[in-house]
């Protein structure tokens, strides 16, 4: 029979616990109820928050003499961080749940993050609705807005609680066991302006016998990238949209984090870089854009989202920073230049069509660039011309096979 994990703080929301406890239960299930408050619980569980923060070399004690809520929410959140996954690896559970507000979200959630991919979990949170990556990062965490506070039982509260507990019982009772063939693993990055380069490349890669897993650079999607990349499952990167970069340096709201670029070239795994996006910064909606930037090239992607066209001192900076990136690799390593445009946008005739932007990027990326470390080749296309495409999934497989 298989185990969920129900993780949080028994002390506070112990009524709240048992009744999930009890609906999985429900379900044909065991529970494995793991407390992460800082007083005593007020009803039984199998595993004690004494035990939790012993993993990490705490006392859980001296933690609840402090008296400190944020002390004590700093020290519970790393020492899950580090029990959950090892629970998991002890094969003590099969998926996870918790409820909670702010803090019980901060307290449970390091520990979901720290799971593979796959596992089942859930988060309960009255802070699901807001923005939620400081919780999920690049996680498959499945945030569940509470909607009434999670304090008491109540027909709301009873109502979300049942069907949390339904979510996370099928979860783990439907678990997918259809046969896959496994090929070699290839991470693409993409953005809705290079998606003809990366579909062309992707299907040439599939021809050849791999298995291609694209992610869209919308800041958590190259974090999850690199995550995947650092993990030893990827064999190859073709990375082709580095657009994330843009958000990074200028302040739009897709930033990939200061490692974005980092992951491959850290972990000897063969990558072709590309300047894919490079033509823009993304906001919301037109009316949330800084008015620092008034004056500025936009275009308006949708309604919610605004794309700003970089500059030529900005693409400067681009240029050098890519390039400090890409020469610290340990693996093969190419860099691709598309000589007529890094996006559909910036095609001639498009909005961000920008000769001048471009050259300053090309040119700081080849006086940068240590082409003992990293191979650079231009080509005289649009980043998203078959003929680019093609010619850099062919240079990583060449690569890759070295």
């Known amino acids: ?26 379900q044909g299930l065991k529970t494995l109820t793991i407390h992460t408050g ?17 993993s990490i070399g705490e006392n859980m004690a001296e933690i609840a003499a402090k008296k400190d809520r944020a002390i004590a929410t700093e020290v519970l959140s790393r020492a899950t961080e580090k029990f959950i996954p090892q629970l998991y690896e002890e094969g003590k559970f099969h998926g996870i749940i918790s409820l909670g507000g702010s803090g019980g979200t901060s307290i449970v959630t390091p520990g979901m993050r720290a799971l593979p991919i796959g596992v089942p979990k859930i988060m309960v949170s009255t802070v699901a609705a807001g923005d939620v990556s400081v919780y999920v990062g690049s996680s498959d965490i499945f945030m569940y807005p509470s909607i009434v506070d999670v304090a008491g039982l109540n027909s709301i509260s009873t109502k979300i609680f049942t069907n949390a507990a339904h979510a996370i019982a099928g979860m783990v009772k439907f678990e997918n066991t259809q046969e896959v063939e496994e090929k070699p693993l290839i991470a693409a990055s993409m953005f809705g302006v290079t998606t003809p380069c990366v579909n062309m490349a992707r299907e040439y890669l599939e021809k050849q016998g791999y298995e291609v897993l694209i992610f869209h650079a919308t800041g958590r999607g190259g974090k999850a990238m690199e995550n995947l990349i650092a993990s030893g499952h990827i064999k190859g990167v073709l990375d082709i949209t580095t657009t994330e970069w843009c958000d990074e340096l200028v302040g739009g709201n897709m930033a990939g984090g200061p490692n974005r670029l980092e992951a491959a070239g850290a972990n000897n795994v063969p990558q072709v870089v590309s300047t894919g996006a490079l033509d823009m910064v993304n906001f919301g ?21 605004t794309l700003m066209r970089t500059t030529v001192e900005e693409n400067r900076e681009l240029g050098k920073i890519i390039a400090e990136k890409l020469n610290k690799a340990k693996s093969p390593t190419v860099l691709m230049l598309p000589l007529k445009g890094v996006s559909m946008l910036d095609a001639e005739g498009q909005p961000f069509y920008g000769p001048e932007e471009d050259e300053m990027l090309f040119n700081t990326l080849r006086e940068n660039i240590d082409r003992d470390v990293v191979e650079l080749i231009e080509m005289d296309n649009n980043i998203n011309d078959e003929e680019f495409a093609l010619t850099a999934a062919k240079k990583l497989i060449e690569i890759m096979n070295k």
């Open 285 to 305: 909606a037109i009316d949330t854009v800084p008015s620092k930037f008034k004056g500025r090239n936009f275009y308006k992607h949708n309604p919610t989202v």
């Open 38 to 54: 800082v007083f005593e619980p007020t009803v039984e569980v199998d595993i004690s928050n004494e035990e939790v923060v012993k």
């Open 1 to 26: 029979m298989k185990t969920i994990a129900i993780v949080g703080t028994f002390d506070s929301k112990g009524s709240e616990f048992e009744y999930l406890k009890n609906a999985i239960e429900a």
